[in-house]
């Protein structure tokens, strides 16, 4: 069975700082992986996916994340934290031959001055 | 464009009531979908539908019902609520047609339906 990992359900950086959520993933088969946002009593938004096409993807306002095969990691990074960036972030992976995501437990991140 | 509509946003319930969460998008996404949100457990797949007249069990479908009343509308029933249900509910939509590379691949989510049951 497919299934992601995040660790640390929170991260607190200071505004500036770079940015690292982390996310491993179990597949037996090649994954698609995702990583959306939730900003406060809001729905997920995408903020990029990985289709086995380019390793390093880049996503919405500033974030990236690496597909590391070898280490079974898709983590979620951004070189400088901006206050709007506080939200919970979800990695997830997309069960084979299905369009069901499998999320991970997320990650609240949070911003200080 | 409005993308996927969850009502009603809040509600109430008191052990034992019925309701019905209403979803409908207007993107002519054939797979729809419903999860429950709690903290420290993410978000958990209750059903999903990937076509109209099908509906199938997610990780944790007991206690709900689904039904896919055309391809634009995906309901969600809670038969008789029990205080475990207490959780923020998101239907979301796709489009199984479209390859995964494609930019437009993805899941668009409703804003929630924040469920207390008392």
């Known amino acids: 069975a497919q299934s992601v990992t995040q660790l640390g359900s929170h991260v607190s950086v200071s505004e500036g700082a770079l940015v690292l959520l982390r996310c491993n993933y179990s597949?037996?088969?090649?994954?698609?992986l995702f990583w959306y946002v939730q900003y406060p009593n809001q729905g997920l938004q995408l903020l990029l996916k990985y289709t086995s096409a380019a390793t390093l993807v880049k996503g919405i306002n500033g974030f990236e994340a690496e597909f590391k095969k070898s280490e079974t990691s898709f983590h979620l990074t951004k070189p400088s934290a901006h206050m709007s960036d506080a939200a919970e972030y979800f990695c997830?992976?997309?069960?084979?031959?299905?369009?069901?995501?499998?999320f991970g437990t997320g990650t609240r991140l949070q911003v200080f001055p | 464009n409005a993308g996927v509509t969850q009502t009603p946003k809040f509600q109430v319930l008191k052990t034992g009531q019925s309701m019905t969460l209403q979803c409908a998008q207007d993107m002519n996404h054939n797979s729809m979908y419903w999860y429950r949100q709690d903290p420290g457990m993410g978000l958990r797949l209750i059903y999903y539908s990937a076509s109209e007249g099908t509906t199938d069990k997610g990780e944790v479908p007991n206690g709900y019902n689904v039904s896919r009343l055309n391809k634009r509308e995906f309901s969600l029933r809670l038969e008789s609520a029990a205080p475990s249900q207490t959780s923020v509910y998101f239907c979301?939509?796709?489009?199984?047609?479209?390859?995964?590379?494609?930019?437009?691949?993805?899941?668009?989510f409703g804003s929630g339906t924040r469920l207390t049951v008392v």
């Open positions: 597949s037996s088969v090649p994954p698609y």
């Open positions: 997830a992976v997309r069960v084979y031959n299905t369009d069901k995501l499998i």
């Open positions: 979301a939509s796709s489009d199984i047609g479209r390859a995964v590379g494609s930019q437009k691949y993805g899941y668009t």
